[in-house]
């Protein structure tokens, strides 16, 4: 079950929410509710919850302040409860990654698509969670360090872990920040910060060490041609791929190949 909390000082609306939203239809439960943000901040630590659903002004501590305070140990995701007056702190919330708003008073359809698409976020985190924890550790083949993106750190942050899966999935293809920011509903602004936070590279420098990287290991397979590794991952002129390749590396691919690939037995290497 997806676990939910709901953090709003008006008692009426949350009891009202709590107590007659279908919560089982969507496969979640509430596990905590709570009247103001700073108590709402602590009990998000204590009990983790994978959705909250809180309202923006508070007593104590605004939705905002506690999202921020949240965010810095916690990839919860959180549906904003916000009043017309209360739209000048939307940029803020995005920046954040908040998945939605509903608005003042609550209506039913509103909540069901804020929701349904929530816990579709949820789902995708426990997929690439579980997927991230299967992934086997990358044999060492004595490469430059500089071509493991981020020093070999494993990010903990939701929204990381996806944007590396998708760099992963789709290495062959021209994508941007803001193709993987639409992706997972979030602004670009606050994935750009992610990837240089909690990696040390820009999301520019993170797709090209990785897929220089990945050319590094297909290269160590004497079958593929170098213009066909260049398609693979993602740059169809192979000649600025090669001289993008001895940027990052110090060698061109045929150079590393010839260095880091044993030439079987009584066979000459074509240059």
């Known amino acids: 079950m997806i676990k939910i909390m709901v953090i709003e000082d008006e008692q009426l609306l949350r009891k009202g929410l ?7 239809d969507y496969g979640c439960e509430v596990i905590g509710e709570v009247g103001d943000g700073l108590e709402g901040a602590r009990l ?41 007056s209360d739209f000048k702190y939307a940029k803020a919330a995005v920046d954040l990654g908040a998945q939605g708003f509903i608005l003042k008073p609550i209506d039913d359809a509103e909540l069901d698509a804020v929701l349904a698409k929530t816990v579709e976020a949820v789902g995708r985190k426990r997929k690439y969670d ?9 044999e060492s083949v004595g490469l430059p360090g500089k071509l493991t993106p981020g020093g070999g750190a494993k990010p903990n942050d939701r929204y990381l872990a996806e944007a590396i899966a998708y760099i992963e999935a789709n290495v062959e293809r021209n994508f941007s920040l803001k193709n993987i920011a639409d992706h997972l509903h979030i602004s670009e602004s606050y994935l750009s910060k992610l990837f240089k936070s909690k990696t040390s590279y820009t999301f520019l420098e993170y797709c090209t ?22 398609d693979k991952v993602g740059y169809p002129d192979s000649r600025y791929f090669s001289t993008l390749f001895k940027k990052q590396i110090g060698l061109t691919p045929t150079e590393f190949r010839q260095y880091y690939v044993p030439e079987p037995a009584g066979t000459t290497r074509e240059p």
Do not use: Q
């Open 130 to 138: 579980l997927a991230l924890r299967r992934e086997r550790s990358a």
């Open 18 to 24: 709590v107590m007659t939203t279908p919560w089982h």
């Open 44 to 84: 998000i630590g204590k009990l983790r919850p994978d959705i909250v659903i809180t309202d923006i002004r508070m007593p104590g501590m605004d939705g905002i302040e506690m999202m921020r305070k949240v965010r810095e140990t916690s990839d919860t995701e959180f549906i904003l409860i916000t009043g017309f």
């Open 209 to 230: 060490n990785y897929r220089i990287k990945k050319a590094a290991e297909l290269l160590m397979d004497e079958r593929n041609k170098v213009y066909e590794i260049a």
